[in-house]
């Protein structure tokens, strides 16, 4: 009986799946450009909350440095193609692997030292601030004046990943359905089960055998790799890299606001928290290009954080559905953090 | 030669006074309310721009400057507690850090709006009075920026140390519970630790307006600077802050001598991704976070 409602709510949840991202390839074909840009820009950030989302939300670990993962898969995709022609994929699956192990290095070096919580996450952005003051000082990397794509002929060419604004779209929708596939593939594998082991705690996981340790580390490299192939496809969209913009803070933000809103360590919550966020982020900030009130964007955002913590710590995407009540959340959607630590 | 770097090492610790004023506020909210300000360098800016208004359109001294920032800040740390912050303190860590992003984002988009992007400078004669000791040659305003920040570290310190709500307030940081088993008004204490935090970033803030532009985007780096400053000396520690602060305004200065410009600006990172890796409490950190 059990089994059966479960095969049953499982498709229901595979086919919602299919039929959002159905939905989404049907707006893509009939949107105007400047919608197709913005989606564009979601889809990105939903895989590269993806990738957040599994470090924090099912791994358990903070990070607010991410925009340095981002970064290197973007210069890794600039720096072949641009200097030497090589094909973007050969500079994406370098980019991944390059973030892959930097991100191993980092939590090899804190976890092994019991560098944690805050500590890691403040470990993080250091990191991510020396690299683009590092990248900024770089000469070869293009510097501060960064480094530009040719202007893309308009011709699709899928070898060569160039083509126009609505080819873009269907590279990122695409890789917004892996994100949101791995993730609900990921979170039931025996990885996910270690994972949110470790994340509620970390001694009684040690206790039953699982290797903390191995796994935090494989977390935080699988989920800087995966952030970094997101950098390299969003380098290509922006046609332009420079290090301010795309190892700075507000990249870290964007990525971690897409789960934080939608909610944390669901398959779905990236992509409902970043569909309502980066759309507000762009009309406040045109909205306050308009009313010569340069900040708005940023308000609207700081707003929208504190709120959502506030009134829905588990994200919209959770509440939606308990209010919607057709699927029940499995028990291992819930983030047992986020309820009030005890006195 | 030599007085040269005497000169560089000289104003490395007298802004490294200031740098410590800034992480001593950072430090006392997490000492005892065990959360991570992350919107503390827009404390920082709000000061400055205190100290512009003051100094520039009103010509008061400095001191008076510092002295109306306190009051400001102290108020608004308060109601920024009572109103935000409170209902977070229970809310496991990573989840404050979320929400203290969020306010960092608001009050800097509050400082774009106000103010606009483009920086004001403070500076006015007095930023480019010095003074000649011996062999050093040192701006006047860092010399008031650092010796009003030296007196109000000592001052807060002795506060801290003898009066009845210094008392309450260690009662709070070393045991909560305890604390409100002897009846201490934890809500309070935990106010007002956030007014006197946010105050210390007011208040440096103002001292060196007349060294820095008035400007919003200066936030994220005072708050990365802060956490630096802190994490050097250990989170949660009163002389580690002192410490630290001294430790990176010296270590910035003689950087800014030896190495290019950018490597004066990475430096601070550097030396928290060292320090967190070899010695991740810090100099005098408090054990678990």
């Given amino acids: 009986m059990q089994r059966t409602s479960d095969q049953a709510s499982d498709t229901k949840r595979w086919g919602a799946g ?27 950030f939903t895989f590269m909350g993806q990738s957040w989302n599994l470090m924090l939300g099912i791994g358990g670990q903070l990070s607010i440095g991410h925009a340095l993962f981002v970064g290197i898969g973007a210069y890794a995709v600039a720096i072949l193609n641009i200097k030497y022609g090589i094909t973007p994929w050969i500079g994406l699956l370098l980019g991944a692997v390059i973030a892959g192990f930097v991100g191993a290095v980092l939590a090899w070096l804190s976890f092994r030292f019991e560098v944690r919580g805050i500590y890691f996450a403040l470990l993080t952005i250091a990191a ?3 690299a683009r003051i590092m990248f900024g000082g770089w000469d070869y990397a293009g510097g501060m004046q960064g480094l530009f794509y040719q202007a893309p002929s308009g ?7 160039r083509g126009d604004a609505r080819f873009y779209y269907f590279v990122a929708l695409a890789l917004a359905a892996i994100g949101v596939a791995g993730t609900e593939l990921i979170s039931r594998s025996y990885w996910g089960y270690v994972w949110r082991a470790m994340r509620d705690d970390d001694e009684a996981a040690r ?7 191995r796994h935090k580390v494989l977390v935080v490299s699988i989920s800087a790799a995966t952030a970094a192939v997101g950098g390299g496809v969003l380098g290509l969209v922006q046609g332009a890299i420079f290090p301010d913009s795309i190892m700075g ?7 971690l606001i897409g789960p934080v809103v939608g909610g944390l360590g669901t398959a779905f919550g990236p992509l409902v928290g970043s569909m309502a966020a980066i759309p507000l982020h762009h009309a406040m900030g045109a909205l306050g290009d308009a009313l010569g009130l340069p900040g708005l964007n940023s308000v609207a955002y700081g707003a929208v954080l504190i709120l959502v913590v506030w009134f829905l710590p588990d ?12 699927v029940q959340l499995p028990a291992r959607g819930r983030i047992p953090q986020l309820r009030k630590v005890e006195e | 030669m030599l007085s040269l770097w005497l000169n560089v090492i000289a104003g490395g610790v007298l802004i490294g006074l200031v740098y410590g004023l800034v992480a001593l506020g950072l430090t ?4 005892v309310m065990r959360v991570v300000n992350f919107a503390h360098g827009e404390m920082v800016v709000f000061g400055i721009y205190i100290g512009y208004w003051t100094v520039r359109i009103w010509d008061v001294p400095i001191a008076l400057a510092a002295a109306i920032a306190a009051v400001v800040m102290f108020v608004f740390g308060y109601l920024l507690e009572t109103l935000v912050v409170k209902r977070f303190v229970n809310r496991p860590h990573h989840y404050q850090f979320i929400v203290f992003i969020g306010l960092s984002l608001f009050f800097s988009g509050v400082l774009l709006m106000s103010f606009g992007p483009d920086p004001r400078p403070t500076a006015s004669q007095l930023s480019f009075q010095t003074v000649t000791v011996g062999p050093l040659t040192l701006d006047w305003a860092r010399i008031q920026a650092a010796a009003t920040a030296g007196l109000l570290i000592a001052a807060l310190g002795a506060y801290l140390k003898y009066s009845a709500f210094g008392r309450s307030l260690r009662g709070a940081a070393n045991n909560r519970l305890g604390g409100l088993v002897v ?10 630790t956030f007014g006197i935090g946010t105050a210390c970033a007011g208040v440096a803030g103002a001292l060196i307006s007349p060294l820095f532009d008035a400007q919003p985007y200066l936030a994220v780096d005072f708050t990365l600077l802060a956490f630096v400053t802190v994490i050097v000396g250990g989170l949660g520690s009163f002389g580690g802050a002192l410490l630290g602060g001294l430790t990176i305004g010296v270590a910035e200065a003689i950087a800014a001598l030896t190495f290019t410009p950018s490597m004066k600006t990475a430096l601070p990172y550097a030396l928290l991704i060292i320090i967190l890796i070899f010695r991740p409490r810090g100099f005098f950190g408090a054990k678990d976070i």
């Fill in chain 1, 18 to 44: 299919a039929l959002v991202f159905a939905a989404l390839a049907v707006v893509g074909g009939m949107s105007n450009a400047y919608v197709i840009s913005l989606l564009t820009i979601v889809l990105l």
């Fill in chain 1, 128 to 130: 991510a601030e020396f």
């Fill in chain 1, 155 to 161: 011709a699709m060419d899928l070898g060569m990943l």
């Fill in chain 1, 207 to 213: 206790a039953l055998g699982v290797r903390t340790f």
């Fill in chain 1, 249 to 255: 803070m507000a990249i870290s933000v964007d990525v």
């Fill in chain 1, 315 to 326: 994200g919209i995407w959770p509440s939606m559905v308990r209010l919607y009540g057709a």
């Fill in chain 2, 28 to 31: 006392i909210i997490f000492g």
């Fill in chain 2, 183 to 192: 009846g201490l008004n934890i809500p309070r204490v935990y106010a007002v």
